[in-house]
């Protein structure tokens, strides 16, 4: 997919806007080092089915005091915000008409590293939650699915210092997933900043 930022991408239910250059190329740069060497990186247990499994990627929550996000059977309680992260938080409100409370991070480590396919759909982020999804590192395929078609299928490459904000009803109809490679990769950040009832 060939996009001049920022674009909307027709999605039928819901809105997906990508905006490929939201961060220069210094700024994306310098944030990638500073959350690979200071961010308190976690590989977190899931219970699946009676079984615990290792999530294949790590991980950290960071956000407004108190505040804890219940995440595939997982209760993450928000560490404090990052400057770095807290400044990004500021700069979202404009473009995203929202004030996010919380951050999840994920570090992809190489091309094993993935996340299955869901939707963003917790309770306590309300009704149509506005998700604010900054990527930074190695580029990934991020997939999107309908719901009750899983053949029909969006695809975008998700650049070093973009910015992809999914809102309205987009969680009740698409789930998306960024799947694992056999092809060499570099480590991936991804940001996604949230607001938690
Ligand atoms: O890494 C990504 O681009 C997606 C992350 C994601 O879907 C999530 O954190 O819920
Ligand atoms: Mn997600």
Known sequence: ??????????????????DANFLNGIE????????????NWRQDCIRLFGKEHLIPRLQCFQ????????????????????PALQQL?????????TNFNAVLLNLYRNGQDSMGWHSDDEPELGQN????????GEERRFLLRRKDEHNLKRE??????????????????????????????KPRINLTFRHVL
């Open 156 to 185: 975008i490459v998700l650049q070093h210092g973009s910015l992809l904000v999914m809102r309205g009803t987009l969680q009740h109809f698409w789930q998306h997933s960024v799947p694992r490679t056999q092809k060499p990769r």
């Open 89 to 97: 938080k500021n700069r979202l409100v404009e473009p995203c008409g």
């Open 28 to 39: 994306a740069d310098n944030l990638l080092h500073t959350l690979t060497d200071e961010v």
């Open 1 to 18: 997919m060939n996009l001049i930022p920022p674009d909307t991408i027709d999605m039928q239910d819901g809105e997906l806007i990508y």
């Open 129 to 136: 939650p506005t998700i604010a999804s900054i990527s930074l």
């Open 63 to 82: 956000g407004d005091p108190g505040i804890s996000y219940l995440y595939s059977n997982l209760k993450l309680d928000a560490e404090s915000w990052h």
